[in-house]
């Protein structure tokens, strides 16, 4: 496949999983985080992206001056090999202080852990020389509305990001909305709601967000719409494509895996729209099926990058004129076929 100069592309040590899922224990064996750096520049990817731990593991029994040590000699690290921090994401969701929630918990000590765990992110993204912070907001919700205030989640939403903005004047917050898991509801669930709450922050235009295929789709939207929406505004920084298939828990399935069109769909957004132009990234936070066998364990990566380069030359190769003629004549039944056709190959 064309190597295309315009995307650079990136995936999180998280991508390389072992297979567990909430029925069953790992199929594959481990692997170090090496053999992870190792294998993406391998596969020819130009960045990764962490969460805190992943960069610094074990973070929170670590000092602050140990945090920032073992940031840098990560950096040296990923200069040695060439590859780019895209960026670095809090992980409010697995420590016991995110029990009910990190930046909406209902117990302040709780939200104040939340808080400085993120500045501390916010070094390591220093460290690691990207400005991009990425806020999927995992806890911030209910399992009953009548557990918390939504009207006080948003205030403390904003409070929360005030204080990032406040600790570093550079960087910038992506919000990545998801409508629900492990929350029954989520604060926050769409593009829309990430782009609306920025506009309550101290600085509005630091404050953007990331898409990801499976948690617009698990809204219930379209990816492409959300993608066509966020550019509009200036303010999609980073996308996670991925698939997944109707309402059920996050598939994080290989790019295209489910549906072909809708994957086609945001690949024409993003070439419409100039994504990529500014350096931002595509991400595919995709996971091999727990079946895959070890030998098979980074398919699902290079699977989802051949999708997408497809879909690049499929979306540049659009009749156009075609297509145009037939939407003036508000011909969309021939349309659809002419869509069809196009990917199908004739
Ligand atoms: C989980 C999210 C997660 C974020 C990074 O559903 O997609 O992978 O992208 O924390
Ligand atoms: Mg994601």
């Not at 001056?65 to 060439?82: C, F, M």
């Amino acid at each position: 496949m064309a190597k295309n100069p315009r995307y650079r592309f990136c995936v999180g040590p998280w991508n390389f999983s072992e297979g567990r899922d909430p029925y069953g224990p790992e199929t594959r064996p481990a692997q170090s985080f090496d053999w992870k750096l190792g294998a993406l520049k391998e596969l020819g990817f130009d960045g990764m992206m962490f969460h805190d731990d992943d960069a610094v593991p074990d973070i929170d029994s670590k000092s602050p001056a140990q945090v920032l040590k073992e940031a840098k000699e990560l950096k040296k690290r990923l200069d040695g090999e060439g590859i780019v921090a895209e960026m670095v994401a809090p992980r409010l969701w697995f420590h016991p202080n995110t029990i009910d929630g990190a930046y909406t918990s209902n117990d302040a000590k709780q939200r104040r852990y939340a808080i400085d765990r993120s500045k501390q992110c916010i070094d390591i993204a220093n460290v690691l020389g990207t400005d991009l912070i990425v806020l999927w907001l995992a806890r911030e919700g209910t399992y009953l509305r009548e557990s918390k205030n939504g009207r006080r989640s948003t205030d403390l939403l904003v409070e929360a990001l005030d204080a990032m903005l406040a600790h570093d004047k550079r960087i910038r917050l992506a919000i990545e909305p998801k409508p629900n898991e492990p929350m029954d509801h989520a604060y926050i669930p769409t593009t829309g709601h990430a782009l609306a709450i920025a506009q309550l922050a101290m600085a509005p235009a630091r404050v953007g967000c990331l898409i990801e295929s499976a948690h617009a789709i698990l809204a219930g939207l379209d990816p492409a719409d959300e993608i066509d929406f966020a550019m509009t505004f200036g303010k999609l920084w980073s996308v996670h494509l991925n698939d997944q298939n109707g309402l059920k828990f996050d598939q994080d399935k290989p790019f295209g895996s489910a549906n072909l069109r809708v994957a086609f769909n945001q690949v024409r957004v993003l070439e419409r729209t100039g994504y990529g132009k500014n350096g931002e990234f595509v991400c595919f936070d995709v996971h091999p099926f727990r079946t895959t066998k070890p030998e098979h364990s980074l398919k699902h990566l290079s699977n989802s990058r051949e999708t997408f380069e497809r879909l690049v030359a499929k979306a540049r190769s659009f009749p156009e004129k075609a297509a145009q003629k037939l939407v003036a004549d508000r011909n969309y039944q021939d349309l659809d076929q002419l869509v069809l056709n196009h990917l199908m190959g004739s």
